[in-house]
């Protein structure tokens, strides 16, 4: 078990905030919910890990850097437990850690897609631009009383 600082604590008062298991549908239903979040790391595949909410929120994410010697470490969102089943993520994660090891960063590239990806500003004056405008009847059709 790892011992962590974690926000909630004070002074010399740690909270246990991860700790390592192998991660697999049983582990993921037995974990609690505590009043703080934690993280379950798994201990075959590097990274991988079960984020718990207070809220009892079950979310797989992965944990790497790129193979740059001081890269920043990057998260990953691998899916909610439900929807996304413990060997879905296994399997994900495996693959981008493939990704990562050929010099890739999954990450970066969905930061970079999204900064370049449509503001809400443009997305508004496409729309008033394309059918606003177009559709728009002229000032004198309403009559006048």
Known sequence: MV??????STGTDLQKTESHIRISKSTVDAAAPSATRYILWDISIPGLGLQVASSGLKTFV???RSRHKFAQKRFVLLGRFGPV??????????????????GGDPAFERQQASQAALTFGDACDRFLKQHVSAKRKPAGCWGSN
């Open 62 to 64: 992965l944990r790497y």
């Open 85 to 102: 089943t413990a060997e879905q993520a296994r399997r994900r994660a495996t693959e981008i850690l493939g990704l990562v090891a050929t």
């Open 3 to 8: 011992t962590m600082w974690s926000p909630n």
